[in-house]
């Protein structure tokens, strides 16, 4: 942010542009280096902070079990400081600057960063025992060489690699084919005099099987979200539709078409307020018991969410269409149709919904499905899917783009007024609700999670709750 903020701070950091002239020179290649530094620097920072604060936060929790506060309200502090950059940074770059604009996030790094350390005493911190990538590698690379053994009819200790000190004496009859990683088959070969592994590409222990297991486990069910991020990205187009649009408020105030974004920011914090403040208390004061939904609901109904939203779009945009058309817009895009910008204001809230349901649900259902020394996997699913659902975004509106635009104007034309941005929101919504049913699919292949049934709750001695837990 240092290096960013000198390129506003320091004029040879910089193009040269006369102020009463739009020309500007153009960049040299140092001021070109030093920007792309920049900006290389803060990416390798948010890399490191975002792929390891979720999972480090709830390593300071007393319990696992305590984690679903602790991801709801995280959730909502990422889109509060969203809303800070997008309102109040915005306009302070607008109106004092980017050498104001620059510098005040520069500070606020710098006391983050700060705080962090001066508390660094108090964190736990839990040190990393072997790579967990490597692991994994192992048992794919062990289980294909050792491809041609014959698994034991009736699994016994005897015959598996088992790590010191761990719990599980017998790996999983499920993805049975991996278990061949982890079969002694002589021990004198594959063993070494202090009982470990010779090679451990050719013989894992069952923790590390049992890891990759799990993760295969998941993964169907993770996908799924990714069509979720294709319809919440269609928001740069709502912002274009927007501008098309009346978004007068008062006949003095409108609202900028780029800031209807925040209304899916806020209503991300307000659902995550409401249901974890006065939604779930009030349903367990009525109950008489704990009441929750299960994750694998909330990520349900995040994906009809996301479908509605496509619906709702579609119509929007077919309204404002046939308007413009009747007003005799259709050559000019950039006119401003006698229709509300409010109207898009369904989508937005929507997309909120959906992340608040599905994203949060999503990231608790891998933390708590997955080993615990796979915990930064599970913090960051959302992540991943976020970038795949990025490239599918893409490569969806360029096979549309190629498809439709063979039989004249492209449904995704640069004139919206001339394309037809309501069918590529049906085809959209369509493509949501088949994701809802692989959803469904993936769920019962999943099968339930444990506890889930009312025996095992009685065994484990925790029926008062309505669910079991979060699965």
Known sequence: MI???????????????????????????????????SLGLIS????????AFMAFGVDQLDERNNSHGFFNWCY??????????????????????????????????FLSAVSFFLASSFYIKLKPKASLL?????????????RHIELPSHATNEVYYIREGSMLQVPSEKLRFLNKA?????????????????????LCTIDQVEDLKA?????????????????VNQGSLMVIQAGTMDRHVTSNFEIPAASFSLFMMISVVVWIAFYDQIALPLASKIKGKPVRLSLKQRMGIGLLCSCASMVASAFVECTRRKIAIEEGFSDEPQAVVHMSALWVLPF??????????????????????????????????????????????????????NV???????????????????????LLAGLSMLNFVYFLVCCKAHGPCHGDNENEAENSGIGDHESIDDC
């Open 3 to 37: 290096l960013l903020w000198s390129t506003a701070m320091i004029p040879q950091a910089r193009p040269y542009c006369d102020q009463f002239d739009t020309i500007c020179e153009a960049p040299t290649i140092p001021q070109l280096l030093l920007l792309y530094f």
């Open 44 to 51: 390798i920072g948010a890399g490191g902070i975002r792929s």
């Open 76 to 109: 909502v502090t990422l889109m509060f400081s969203s809303l800070i950059a997008v309102t109040l940074i915005v306009y302070i770059q607008d109106n004092m600057g980017w050498k104001m604009g620059f510098g005040v996030p520069v500070m606020l790094m």
């Open 134 to 146: 490597t692991g994994l590698a192992q048992v794919i690379v062990a289980s294909f060489r050792n």
């Open 182 to 202: 982890c079969m002694i088959k002589n021990p004198q070969e594959d063993l070494t005099s202090k009982g470990t592994a010779s090679n451990p590409w050719s």
């Open 215 to 231: 993760l295969i486990r998941v993964m169907p069910l993770c996908s799924a979200g990714i069509m979720l991020h294709v319809t």
């Open 348 to 401: 937005y809230v929507l997309a909120g919904l959906s992340e608040a349901f599905n994203a949060i649900a999503l990231i608790e259902f891998c933390y708590s499905t997955l080993p615990k020394t796979m915990s930064t996997i599970a913090a960051n699913v959302i992540g991943l899917g976020g970038f795949t659902g990025n490239l599918v975004a893409s490569l969806i509106t360029s096979m549309v783009d």
């Open 404 to 426: 439709t635009k063979k039989g004249g104007e492209s449904w995704v034309s640069s004139n919206m007024n001339k394309g037809h941005y309501d069918y590529y929101y049906c």
